[in-house]
Every structure is written in structure tokens, then in C-alpha cells.
């Protein structure tokens, strides 16, 4: 297999190392897990595939998209946060991503994007694959979630990687479809992941920002 530029440097991107901090954020799994609505590997796994193909997955997959291809897509992706702390998250994100872009590739990417703006923006000025980095994104999103489920449930490393790999065939589908839907797509039916990330804005103690 030849040498893949882009998938160096979306594996760079997406890689525990790269200073975003998206560790912070549970995006409200942590008051999904203290409510007892995900309790072990099978639940993690379900609520993480159902996130991505109803909920802030699929919107955040045709927002990227939507910015890749040059559209000003920014506001409505803020505006389909679901409350003040999922607001934050995409923000704090998007200015993480957005000042190690900058600095590290010598972009120039605006001050106040949301994170899979900031990465569909990014993506294009340097000319990666769109599917590559659809399939980048959505599978650190879940990752990072399983990373959550493995400390506070807790299940343990074993069983987050089996609940990755049955995510895969998910996250390739998804990338399939979110390729050719066009932005009129937009909207999420996850009412419960909604309900336990405005929950979390008033749980303390927490460990996560969301």
C-alpha cells in the first residue's frame, strides 16, 4: 500500500496526543452511566451507535461535510447544540483544533468555529480525502465516548475494544450514506442523550465538562 499523506495526518489529528482535550467531555454519557441508563459493554455500545446515526453523530458528520464543500454552515452547527454544555464543547473544541491548525500547518482558520466546521474547513485548505476524514472523525467521537464508558461504568479495555469493533461496520455505513445526503438532512431523534447532556449541567460533583 503506497504511503498515505492524508492518513498521517488525520491520524495526527485524531490521536490521544493532539491537544484538543476532548477527554474533558462525556457529551453526557457520565449522567447516562450515574442514571443507570448504560451500565455495561452492550448498553455503552448501543448508546453510541444510536448517537451517531440519530443524534449529534450524523449532524456533526454533514456539518463537516457541509464546511468541507465551502458552505457557511458555522451558526447552524452551533445552533444545533443541544443546551449550554454541548454549546461549550463544540466551541472549546473548535478553538483548540482551530489554534493547533494555525499554528502547526500555517493555517488561517476563523476564531469561533465549531468543531467539525473547524475540521471540515481544515480538511479542505489541505486537500484530504472527505470520506477519510468523515470516517477519522466519527470513529475518535466514539472512541473518546467508549473512553468514558471504560472509567466510569467501569467496563474494562477488553470490552471497549469490542465495543469499537462493533461500531465499525456502523461508522463505514454512515460515512457512505453522510457522503451523498445533502444538508436539508439535518435533525436528531437522540431525545434521551439530549435530555441526560441538559441533566448534566446541574450534577455535582461530575468528572466531565459534559
Not at 456533526?60 to 464543547?89: F, P, Q, T, V, W
Amino acid at each position: 500500500m503506497p504511503f498515505s499523506p492524508d492518513i498521517q495526518i488525520l491520524q495526527a489529528w485524531f490521536s490521544p496526543s493532539f491537544p484538543v482535550g476532548s477527554f474533558a467531555y462525556s457529551h453526557g454519557l457520565e449522567t447516562a452511566i450515574h442514571n443507570h441508563v448504560v451500565t455495561d459493554k452492550n448498553s455503552l455500545t448501543d448508546w453510541i451507535a444510536f448517537i451517531l446515526e440519530y443524534g449529534s453523530g450524523w449532524n456533526d458528520g454533514l456539518c463537516l461535510k457541509a464546511a468541507y464543500e465551502g458552505e457557511d454552515i458555522n451558526d447552524l452547527c452551533l445552533g444545533l447544540s443541544a443546551g449550554h454544555e454541548r454549546h461549550l464543547e463544540t466551541q472549546e473544541l473548535g478553538r483548540s483544533f482551530t489554534a493547533n491548525l494555525n499554528k502547526c500547518y500555517e493555517l488561517a482558520l476563523p476564531d469561533g468555529l465549531a468543531y467539525p466546521v473547524a475540521i471540515g474547513m481544515a480538511s479542505a485548505q489541505l486537500n484530504l480525502d472527505l470520506l477519510l476524514t468523515l470516517q477519522s472523525y466519527l470513529q475518535s467521537f466514539a472512541s473518546n465516548l467508549i473512553s468514558v464508558g471504560i472509567r466510569t461504568i467501569p467496563v474494562g479495555q477488553m470490552a471497549g475494544q469490542e465495543c469499537l469493533v462493533r461500531i465499525f461496520p456502523i461508522i463505514k455505513t454512515l460515512c457512505t450514506q453522510l457522503e451523498r445526503t445533502p444538508l436539508t438532512e439535518l435533525g436528531s431523534c437522540s431525545v434521551i442523550a439530549d435530555l441526560m447532556s441538559l441533566q448534566h449541567e446541574q450534577s455535582i460533583p461530575r468528572l466531565y465538562k459534559t
